[in-house]
T-cell receptor
Framework: RKEVEQDPGPFNVPEGATVAFNCTYSNSASQSFFWYRQDCRKEPKLLMSVYSSGNEDGRFTAQLNRASQYISLLIRDSKLSDSATYLC??????????FGPGTRLSVLP | EPEVTQTPSHQVTQMGQEVILRCVPI?????FYWYRQILGQKVEFLVS????????KSEIFDDQFSVERPDGSNFTLKIRSTKLEDSAMYFC???????????FGPGTRLLVL
């Protein structure tokens, strides 16, 4: 089983739609969790950290379920500028961060 | 806003040549990282560096790779004898505390011919 798995995508949604991404991780001892976005041929940029209590930042909501080893990201009222690849990132131990393969989102006009 | 910078943005080299990729992390950060991303694939962890020594490294980071912080600002990745399969985007990242948000540089695209 891969360490971090994500929805294969791509997701093509109209502007204004709500879209949800899922991520699972294999190491139950994982410590920290993040969602990054990556535009084509650019560096990953932090979207949000994910906390056990769940957290929201504007149109973005992240949830963590440690029992199921599952992380989600919900984007409401999607904009054209949300088009990117969304990366689930997990810190297992020490300074080792594991990236998922990413899920590509295209928001269509 | 402080940012991580990397040079060069692109590098083309011949197989077997040595390359040095340079990074300037955010000035008050203490943890430094190198990642690579082969075109169309996921971001892969190479190495982390703290307190002037390697703290973690992946299986990819073999004897051909080395890292150095030669002064108070630069953080370098050296590939001693490049192979075709080293062609990738190399990202440097830094963070103020371990396991927390990483800030990535814009990357160096390495092409080995």
């Amino acid at each position: 089983r891969k360490e971090v798995e994500q929805d294969p995508g791509p997701f093509n949604v109209p502007e204004g739609a709500t879209v949800a991404f899922n991520c699972t991780y294999s190491n139950s001892a994982s410590q920290s969790f993040f969602w990054y976005r990556q535009d084509c041929r650019k560096e990953p940029k932090l979207l949000m950290s994910v906390y056990s209590s769940g957290n929201e930042d504007g149109r973005f909501t992240a949830q963590l379920n440690r029992a199921s080893q599952y992380i989600s990201l919900l984007i409401r009222d999607s904009k054209l500028s949300d088009s990117a690849t969304y990366l689930c990132v997990v810190n297992n131990y020490g300074q080792n961060f594991v990236f998922g393969p990413g899920t590509r989102l295209s928001v269509l006009p | 806003e402080p940012e991580v910078t990397q040079t060069p943005s692109h590098q083309v080299t011949q197989m077997g040549q040595e390359v040095i990729l340079r990074c300037v992390p955010i000035s008050n950060h203490l943890y430094f990282y190198w990642y690579r991303q082969i075109l169309g694939q996921k971001v892969e962890f190479l190495v982390s560096f703290y307190n002037n020594e390697i703290s973690e490294k992946s299986e990819i980071f073999d004897d051909q790779f080395s890292v150095e912080r030669p002064d108070g600002s630069n953080f370098t990745l050296k590939i001693r004898s490049t192979k075709l399969e080293d062609s990738a985007m190399y990202f440097c990242a830094s963070t103020s505390q371990g396991r927390e948000t990483q800030y990535f540089g814009p990357g160096t695209r390495l092409l080995v011919l």
